[in-house]
C-alpha cells in the first residue's frame, strides 16, 4: 500500500517578485536620487553651522576677507560671496553631478572649491564635501532595503 502526495502551487507571485528583485539589483537610481537630497541639506548646512556638519569645524575667516559684504546674499554665511558654490552643493544638479543606473557622482565643478576643501599655504582647509559619518553604512542598509522592498523599503527610514 502506497499513499501519493502532491503539491500544487501558485508560483505567480514569487516570480514577479524575483523578477522585481533583479530589476531593482540592475538600477539604483531611486536610492541615488535620496542619497543626492541627503547631500544637499547636509552640504548646504554645513555652510550654516560653519563646519560643524562635516565633523571638522571651520577656522575663522581672516579680516580681510571678512570685510565686504556678500553680493548677492546678504546676511548669509561666511564663505558666500556670490553664492555660486553654496548654490552648487545645495542643489546638485548639472555636471559633475550625474546618476546612472549603477552609480552616481555628486559634488561641484566651482574651480575654487579645491583650495576651500584642501586649504592652501594662504587659507586653511575648510571641508566642503564630505561624508558624514555613519552614512555609507546607512546607505548600504538602504540599497539593500530598496532591492528587498523596493522605493516603499526606502522611504521609511
Known amino acids: 500500500?502506497?499513499?501519493?502526495?502532491?503539491?500544487?502551487?501558485?508560483?505567480?507571485?514569487?516570480?514577479?517578485?524575483?523578477?522585481?528583485v533583479e530589476r531593482r539589483l540592475s538600477d539604483f537610481r531611486p536610492l541615488f536620487l535620496k542619497?543626492?537630497?541627503?547631500?544637499?541639506?547636509?552640504?548646504?548646512?554645513?555652510?550654516?553651522?560653519?563646519?560643524?556638519?562635516?565633523?571638522?569645524?571651520?577656522?575663522?575667516?581672516?579680516?580681510?576677507?571678512?570685510?565686504?559684504?556678500?553680493?548677492?546674499?546678504?546676511?548669509a554665511p561666511p564663505m558666500v560671496k556670490t553664492g555660486q558654490?553654496?548654490?552648487?552643493?545645495?542643489?546638485?544638479?548639472?555636471?559633475?553631478?550625474?546618476?546612472?543606473?549603477?552609480?552616481?557622482?555628486?559634488?561641484?565643478n566651482i574651480e575654487y572649491a579645491k583650495f576651500h576643501q584642501y586649504g592652501t599655504t594662504r587659507m586653511p582647509k575648510r571641508q566642503i564635501v564630505f561624508v558624514e559619518q555613519g552614512a555609507e553604512s546607512r546607505w548600504?542598509?538602504?540599497?539593500a532595503d530598496y532591492v528587498l522592498d523596493g522605493v516603499e523599503g526606502i522611504n521609511n527610514d
Not at 550625474?98 to 552616481?104: D, L, Q
Not at 548600504?140 to 540599497?143: G, L, M, R, S
Open 35 to 75: 542619497i543626492q537630497k541627503e547631500l544637499e541639506m547636509s552640504w548646504s548646512s554645513n555652510f550654516t553651522t560653519l563646519g560643524l556638519t562635516s565633523g571638522s569645524p571651520w577656522k575663522p575667516l581672516d579680516s580681510q576677507y571678512g570685510s565686504w559684504k556678500a553680493v548677492n546674499f546678504p546676511g
Open 85 to 108: 558654490l553654496f548654490s552648487s552643493l545645495s542643489d546638485l544638479r548639472g555636471k559633475p553631478n550625474e546618476i546612472e543606473r549603477m552609480r552616481a557622482r555628486f559634488g561641484t
Open 1 to 20: 500500500m502506497k499513499i501519493d502526495f502532491f503539491v500544487k502551487y501558485d508560483d505567480d507571485d514569487a516570480r514577479n517578485y524575483l523578477d522585481e
Open 140 to 143: 548600504a542598509d538602504q540599497a
